[in-house]
């Protein structure tokens, strides 16, 4: 996923294949080697060195009006441990009502017990299976406040016709509508079938046909083996447009004209990944975009990535998320992490290619910037980090949230690493070789440690004197950026920072042929240039010229919201509250809040809008805000300098083409 908050940094998404290499590639995803695990994951009951499952089949009714999904969800298992007589699963605030082995053909009942509740990980289900069957079925509904499902009434829509459902399962929330190994140390192909109300289209992480009727009835298939946090699900008012003949757009009807124009490039995205790193394996690579209360920027479930609508501006400048979501169909869906602390071999390397495909299309002007603005951010960022969690691969015995874990250590300092390797071995070494990597541990979850031996025979040995043993360790093992890290500079942000001290030595305004061409990610860097607090003078005389309150680029808005904030600009006040209320996505709205519970009217105005939003977030949103409210210390607002009169004069004078697109 692609989206930094504070420790948090959340991104994800997912990719298809050609249909000419599917069957090959279907073939090619057994059950995965033994890999040596140099860890275990403790945000998981699951005893996998005992039993893991093979296959999941569901079949399940979806229902808007209770807001549950029920039904039953069938393991093949693969039993490993001559002793193993028990099924370990997670779940979280599920109601098991039954559970059954299928023992010479028939189903014979099986004793279970689900645990108590921790507020973390759920709940411990255990199923008695003496006879060790091949197969299990459990009988379960979920909760209508389930951590990893949304369920929007109609009026909360962008059609306002139908209700919509979505899942978010990454990092274990999958435990709260299925209940499974939510570990990625599992990974296993599965079936559904899910029936509705007949005026909805549903979608899954599987084999979704852009010509499927829409009946309320539902079959799908996904014969490539994937992690839990893979598992998706959506439903609602969605229509489906072609991109190429192997990626398209699930969207609602008013958006996906829209979504279309923006994500055109998306085959040529596909294209360029497949020359550097081989071929798309999942056979189609289609985008479902979802409502504004999405709480991240993508999801990469395999086939079907699940995208915010708050990269759809109008001028492609922030598709890198779709570059980015694209590029985990190679680093984090075909070779997976084998548990959160090893974070950065996914949203790392991912991150690295991204910027690789970003680059090829897009030019290295662009992708320079798109560097800078992240390294940036890192840079602050790691400043409020504990040392124990600033290193690629968590150490063992440092306790970590299972989100915590993807943090801008793993998304940027892991991509500065690769970028790092690059630049020792030249592409025309390390192309090949993260080629190789992909090819060579397909369809696995690797830990940190694993990545390194492969790398070490198969890179560092084969090229010596490029790189020490120290200098892997202190960037793999070390806390912040190691002083060897490669720089990239931006000369077009040079411009933006001379025009920015500029107009702060002289107030004027640089002129519009010098903003006029500027892209979102040059505004960006001209606010995050500002200093902490601006007098509401300069804030007007910006917001004159440049229209930046009431923008309709989240990006923007979630850097001029704080600053306007911290300055006591209250003439914004009422376009934050309207923000944080259309809009879920945590990343553009956490630093907002964040800004507002500093003081005690920005804390009311916090709790206004938080009230009258909380029914169209997603769970992980509103528990994130919460969060912000119950731990923050208001302090009394601070004293407003009034603008001046020669201020608003200035800030009719010439100045740059508005931000917006």
Not at 329 to 351: D, I, P, Q, R
Not at 380 to 405: C, N, R
Not at 463 to 490: C, F, T
Not at 512 to 529: A, K
């Amino acid at each position: 996923m692609r989206v930094p908050l504070l420790l948090l940094s959340f991104l994800v998404a997912v990719a298809g294949c050609r249909r000419d290499a599917a069957d090959s590639e279907t073939a090619a995803a057994p059950a995965p080697r033994s890999t040596a695990m140099a860890d275990t994951d403790e945000h998981s009951y699951a005893e996998p060195g005992k039993v893991v499952i093979d296959d999941l089949a569901l079949d399940l009714k979806l229902d808007f009006d209770s807001r549950t999904l029920a039904g039953t969800a069938t393991y093949t298992l693969q039993w490993k441990d001559e002793g193993a007589t028990q099924l370990v699963l997670d779940s979280r605030d599920l109601a098991i009502e039954k559970a059954e082995g299928e023992v010479d053909g028939t189903w014979q009942p099986l004793q279970f017990a689900l645990a108590d509740k921790d507020p973390t990980l759920g709940s411990k289900l255990t199923i008695e299976a003496p006879q060790r069957p091949s197969k299990v079925r459990v009988n379960y509904r979920t909760s209508p406040e389930a951590s990893g499902l949304q369920w929007l009434t109609a009026e909360m829509t962008e059609g306002g016709q139908l209700p919509f459902m979505f899942s978010q399962s990454q990092q274990i929330h999958a435990r709260s509508w299925v209940p499974l190994q939510d570990t990625p140390q599992v990974r296993y192909t599965y079936s559904a079938h899910v029936a509705t109300r007949p005026d909805v289209m549903v979608l899954m992480s599987a084999d979704n046909d852009p010509a499927a009727a829409r009946d309320g009835d539902y079959t799908f298939s996904m014969p490539q083996r994937i992690p839990s946090y893979l598992m998706a699900i959506a439903a609602g008012d969605l229509v489906f447009k072609p991109i190429s003949s192997r990626s398209g757009v699930w969207a609602e009807p008013s958006m996906v004209d829209r979504a279309t124009a923006e994500f055109a490039d998306t085959e040529k995205m596909i294209a360029t990944t497949e020359a550097l790193y081989g071929p798309y394996r999942w056979e189609r690579y289609d985008l479902l975009v979802l409502p504004p209360s999405f709480p991240f920027g993508g999801m990469e479930n395999p086939r079907l990535s699940f995208i915010t609508p708050t990269v759809i501006v109008g001028d492609k400048s922030l598709v890198s998320l779709i570059a980015h979501e694209l590029a985990h169909s190679w680093s984090g869906n075909l070779v997976t992490f084998s548990s959160a602390k090893h974070g950065w071999l996914n949203e790392g390397v991912t991150s690295y290619v991204e910027n690789r495909i970003v680059e090829a299309l897009y030019g290295e002007e662009f992708s320079d910037m798109e560097y800078v603005i992240a390294r940036n951010g890192l840079r602050e960022g790691i400043k409020a980090m504990p040392e124990a969690v600033q290193s690629l691969a968590v150490k063992p015995g440092t306790e970590l949230d299972a989100d915590d874990a993807l943090s801008a250590v793993s998304y940027d300092k892991g991509a500065w690493f690769l970028q790092f390797l690059e630049e020792r071995f030249g592409r025309e070494v390390f192309d090949p070789f993260l080629r190789g990597y992909f090819d060579h541990f397909a369809f696995q979850s690797i830990p940190t440690e694993t990545f390194l031996k492969y790398a070490k025979d198969n890179l560092f040995d084969k090229h010596p004197g490029k790189v020490s043993d120290a200098e892997i360790r202190e960037w793999v093992y070390g806390p912040g950026i190691p002083a060897n890290a490669p720089q990239v500079l931006s000369p077009r942000f040079g411009i933006v920072d001379s025009a920015r001290l500029g107009w702060r030595g002289s107030k004027q305004l640089p002129p519009s042929s010098i903003t006029g061409p500027w892209t979102t990610q040059e505004w960006l860097h001209f606010l995050e240039g500002m200093p902490d607090t601006l007098p509401v003078a300069e804030l007007e005389q910006l917001d004159s010229a440049y229209h930046f309150t009431g923008t309709a680029n989240g990006e923007i808005a979630m850097r001029w919201y704080p600053l306007a904030i911290r300055s006591g600009y209250a003439q914004a006040n009422e376009a934050i509250s309207t923000f944080v209320q259309k809009i879920g996505r945590r990343k553009l709205i956490i630093p907002v809040y964040e800004a507002l519970v500093k003081t005690e009217p920005g804390m009311a105005l916090a709790k206004d809008a938080f009230a009258k939003a909380r029914p169209g977030y997603h769970p992980i949103t509103t528990a994130s805000v919460e969060k912000v409210i119950a731990e923050a210390k208001p302090v009394p607002a601070p004293v407003l300098v009034p603008a001046s009169e020669e201020a608003r004069d200035a800030a009719a004078g010439e100045g740059g083409a508005s931000p917006n697109p």
